[in-house]
């Protein structure tokens, strides 16, 4: 056969494909339309009637093929159109004309494509309900499943059928799994490392848009200046042009004139020509430029030195007429060349955690619980694990009918099966249905104050009292404010980590607050944990040791609230904030408030001072049960008067305590301080005296806490933060080189005014003398001898007054104190004269 007859013997052949290749899309396309209009009404293969009109689109024929497809292949019948078009394609499409057939290739497709369709035919049956009167997967897939169901179970004959589908699509559409593997992998490693150079990408961006928005910068100026430059030359051209006319026309006038001695002129004729515009460029401080012929006018904006404004001395306002509690505080002048506030390098850096709990550790714990409980005939599951840098949390789903306080009560036997320090039942999760085991981790971590007061959460606080308490049982950090709590109470056995709870407060305190906006009286009866910060600028006082003291500085408190409630009456504001928020605004407005307080008299000036701003007063009291056992009821009643009435005034109290029994944490206190914070106690009883409720005593101590907020009945379980000493001296330190403290005498002094003492209350020195005073005298300087015994029977009196007599002559200097074993008094008084 010649080149020539072959080669139109391969043109027929094309032509044959692709005619072959129109045939397969019509009838593809008719078998679409067919099975979209498909109506079981229509005459079919399965459906023998007479109808007077038939919907099928493809008509009788079509409603026929519909019919035999959805009976043989269900859902899949969907699927012909589009495997026809393919094959069709595959076989018939033939861009260059190749003859020769890979058998192997084609074998293994065909295999592929019987294991892939009667694969899914047979996964529908199993899984897809019934289309109409068919089956999903047809007569294939339904003899299919069925036969496979004799030998296997449901979810076995779903594997196989599944394996059949995955290899039958690997033969047919021959791509490997491996090689997709591989791809996404290398795909997502481009990802990753896109990701990770974003931040360089994203800086080399912005530095290319700054010097190309500074190359334009310079372009503009560039053209500005040119533009100048030209107009400058413009002008001195003109200027030149006019003054060579003005010469010319002087040499014109004088040639027509002849200018002899005899006719000389008084005086030559002078043509002044003003060359400033040739000697000088246009003043370029000028703020706009007119550039003549254009009709627009362009600014030039040059930068020109402001002269230094003379700062206002604000003469300091005299207060020395004034008690010094009801002076307002000085305002802390801080050195401008230190920063505002501590840096947070001041403190201690946490390692890295060494021991992270894996989740097949936790998975194992789980059924640990599980297991346990079980031996206790408690059925629970554990639905949620949630580890922590001290506990875990396990959350149960109980079974129904099963009651939490089974639970609840069972919680030594369950420590000691579970072989933990302690375990602590929470009974009620808001939001949930479930109940928490809390378990001590294996190894615990140590929260560090520095990772607290590092978050994001302290930083973006704008509350001069916020606080950081620790990390909750996930680690998150647990921020609070004081402002709103408004006062606090601390209870713990020793070593619960009560005073480094404190110290923590104290600390997070330092670092958000200035002695401008936070001033603190710091008591502490054990005379170690607070005098630490001793000198810092925050304080009012020196730090309080002696519980005398201790009573006036809170009687001092209750003076400055009662002088502050008048301020803010006087104001028309509510509380401090809006007191504050009203002197500056009147400050910024050059119209400063006057102390409605002052009346004419109470100083020299002939007007009243101007109001200045008030910071907020904290008191902290480390150890507030030697305060109650030394000065007794008037500590109790100073305290409740200042927690009931001081939170608009700015003043807050902060009570800790390490003996946490009724006597001490009265009814009266707990009702006006509701939020609370209970360490490790001994005994149920003390959890309830504090917060309520049991839990404190499970606790695990060095922090371990229950924080219970203001308006709420549910603890949180808090970790409380370390601070060590030396971080403490290195805060203290840095906050002494700003400033020096301005302590208030009067606040120890003890000349307490009587608006600073409570109804009823007299000052010391002020104690009526007793009635039988002069005759007791008379009787004991007679006799020579005293007791209390004797002058109950000589008058007739009780042992109470008896004794109070007793202590009064000996304040009065008429008998000595007890000496000796038998406590006897020596009468110092003379013998009355006898006549």
């Not at 339904?142 to 599944?162: H, K, P, Y």
């Not at 400033?276 to 030039?300: F, V």
Request: aromatic share 6%; glycine share 6%.
């Amino acid at each position: 056969m010649s080149n020539s007859k072959l080669l139109n013997h391969l043109s027929a052949v094309q032509k044959l494909f692709e005619v072959g290749i129109i045939i397969s899309a019509f009838i593809a396309i008719f078998i679409t339309l067919s099975l979209f209009t498909f109506s079981p009404n229509d005459p079919s293969w399965s459906q023998l009637h007479w109808v007077a009109e038939i919907e099928n689109s493809g008509g009788k024929v079509g409603a026929w093929i519909a019919d035999i497809l959805f009976f043989t292949f269900g859902f899949l019948a969907y699927l012909i159109p589009v495997m026809i078009v393919s094959l069709a394609w595959m076989l018939l499409w033939k861009p260059k004309l190749k003859l020769e057939v890979d058998f192997l290739n084609l074998s293994l497709r065909i295999v592929g494509f019987i294991f892939t369709f009667f694969s899914l035919s047979a996964l529908a049956a199993l899984n897809i309900n019934d289309y109409m009167e068919y089956t999903s997967g047809g007569l294939v897939g339904e003899v299919l499943s069925q036969s496979m169901l004799g030998f296997f179970s449901l979810l076995a004959v779903n594997l196989i059928l599944l394996t059949f589908l995955v290899c039958g699509t690997t033969l047919l559409f021959g791509f490997s799994w491996i090689r997709l593997i591989d791809g996404l992998g290398e795909h997502t490693l481009k990802g990753l490392a896109w990701i990770r150079n974003l931040p360089t990408l994203i800086k080399e961006m912005l530095e290319n848009r700054s010097e190309n928005s500074e190359s334009r910068y310079q372009e503009k100026q560039q053209k500005l200046q040119d533009k100048l430059e030209k107009r400058l030359e413009k002008q001195t051209k003109k200027a030149q042009k006019k003054s060579k006319q003005a010469v010319e026309e002087v040499e014109e006038v004088e040639e027509a004139i002849d200018f002899s001695d005899d006719n000389e002129p008084d005086h030559e004729p002078r043509f002044e020509i003003d060359e400033a515009e040739d000697e000088q460029t246009p003043a370029l401080h000028l703020d706009r430029i007119d550039w003549g012929d254009d009709d627009k006018t362009e600014e030039i904006v040059i930068d020109q030195e402001e002269e230094p404004e003379v700062a206002k001395v604000k003469p300091k306002t005299d207060f020395s007429h004034l008690p010094e509690h009801a002076r307002p505080v000085e305002r802390f002048v801080a050195d401008t060349t230190i920063a505002p506030l501590p840096s947070i390098e001041l403190l201690d850096r946490p390692d890295k955690k060494t021991n992270p709990v894996s989740q097949d550790e936790l998975n194992s714990a789980a059924r640990l619980v599980e297991t346990k409980l079980l031996e206790f005939k408690i059925k629970a599951e554990v639905v949620n694990v949630l580890p922590g840098p001290v506990i875990t949390r396990f959350e149960l789903a109980l079974a129904p009918g099963m009651k939490v306080s089974t639970v609840s009560s069972l919680e030594k036997d369950l420590a000691r099966a579970l072989s933990a320090m302690s375990v602590r039942v929470v009974d009620q999760i808001p939001g949930k249905s479930v109940i928490a085991l809390e378990l001590p981790n294996r190894h615990r971590e140590i929260v560090y104050i520095s990772e607290v007061l590092d978050c994001k959460k302290f930083e973006e606080s704008k509350s001069s009292l916020t606080m950081v308490l620790g990390a909750d049982i996930s680690g998150l950090p647990v921020v609070v404010d004081l402002a709103k709590m408004p006062h606090l109470l601390v209870a713990g056995t020793t070593g619960s980590g009560k005073s480094v709870g404190v110290n923590c407060m104290l600390v997070s305190l330092l670092y958000k607050s200035s002695p401008e906006d936070l001033r603190m009286i710091l008591i502490d009866p054990k005379m170690l944990e607070l005098n630490v910060y001793e000198g810092i600028p925050h304080l009012l006082t020196e730090v309080v040791t002696d519980m005398k003291d201790a009573a006036n500085a809170l009687r001092w408190c209750v003076g400055e609230m009662e002088r502050r409630y008048k301020l803010l009456a006087e104001i028309g504001v509510r509380n401090l904030a809006g007191y504050n928020a009203a002197v500056k605004k009147a400050q910024a407005a050059g119209e400063p408030l006057l102390d409605p307080l002052w009346k004419p008299g109470d100083s020299m000036a002939e007007s009243a001072p101007e109001l200045e701003k008030l910071p907020v007063i904290v008191v902290v009291v480390d150890e507030f049960a030697d305060m109650m056992m030394i000065v007794g009821k008037k500590c109790e009643e100073l305290i409740t008067r200042i927690a009931q009435k001081a939170r608009a005034a700015g003043i807050h109290l902060i009570l800790a305590t390490q003996r946490p029994s009724v006597d001490v944490i009265t009814g009266l206190i707990k009702a006006n301080i509701p939020t609370r914070i209970a360490f490790q106690v001994s005994s149920k009883i003390d959890s309830r005296t504090i917060l309520g409720q049991q839990g404190a005593e499970t606790l695990l101590g060095h922090g371990d806490m229950l924080y219970m907020p203001p308006g709420s009945g549910m603890p949180t379980r808090v970790h409380g933060a370390f601070v060590d000493d030396h971080e403490v001296h290195k805060v203290v330190a840095d906050w002494k080189k700003r400033g020096q403290p301005n302590y208030v005498q009067e606040i120890l002094a003890g000349d307490a005014d009587l608006d600073m003492l409570l109804p009823g209350e007299q000052s010391e020195g002020e104690e009526e003398i007793d009635a039988l005073f002069d005759e007791v005298v008379a009787f004991i300087t007679e006799t020579r001898k005293v007791s209390i015994s004797s002058i109950q029977r000589k008058f007739r009196i009780g042992y109470n007054r008896s004794a109070r007599l007793v202590d009064q002559l000996q304040a009065q200097g008429v008998i000595s104190a007890p000496s000796g074993a038998n406590s006897n008094r020596d009468v110092l008084a003379p013998p009355p004269i006898k006549d």
